[in-house]
Nanobody, 122 residues
Framework: QVQLVESGGGLVQAGGSLRLSCAASGRTFSGYAMGWFRQAPGKERELVAASNWSSGSTVYADSVKGRFTISRDNAKNTVYLQMNSLKPEDTAIYYC???????????????WGQGTQVTVSS
């Protein structure tokens, strides 16, 4: 059973930074993608950033390119999202997610964390 445990959300002023962490357990993640989705009130869930566990390739939403960086520590089975130059429109619940690469990028990964709130004040 895959478990994803997130940490690192909070309240920050516009222009500030936060780092989210997602610790994964329950299996080996070769062939998996892992990363972050977010959902703001009244909006659809969107993919923010993801990393292919085996190759290390990364994907970012256009809205966060140049500001957010996803990285991973394979030894700790942990994925990080460094968020810089935060904007009020980044306010959302951020969810860590994981699954086989094909399922992940279909938008419906099977495994989810509990979510962590990120609030950016103007």
């Amino acid at each position: 059973q895959v478990q994803l445990v997130e940490s690192g959300g909070g309240l920050v002023q516009a222009g500030g930074s936060l780092r989210l962490s997602c610790a994964a357990s329950g299996r080996t993640f070769s062939g998996y993608a892992m990363g972050w989705f977010r959902q703001a009130p009244g909006k659809e869930r969107e993919l923010v950033a993801a990393s292919n566990w085996s190759s290390g390739s990364t994907v970012y939403a256009d809205s966060v390119k140049g500001r957010f960086t996803i990285s991973r520590d394979n030894a700790k089975n942990t994925v990080y999202l460094q968020m810089n130059s935060l904007k009020p429109e980044d306010t959302a619940i951020y969810y860590c997610a994981a699954d086989l690469v094909s399922r992940y990028y279909s938008g419906s990964p099977r495994y989810w964390g509990q979510g962590t709130q990120v609030t950016v004040s103007s």
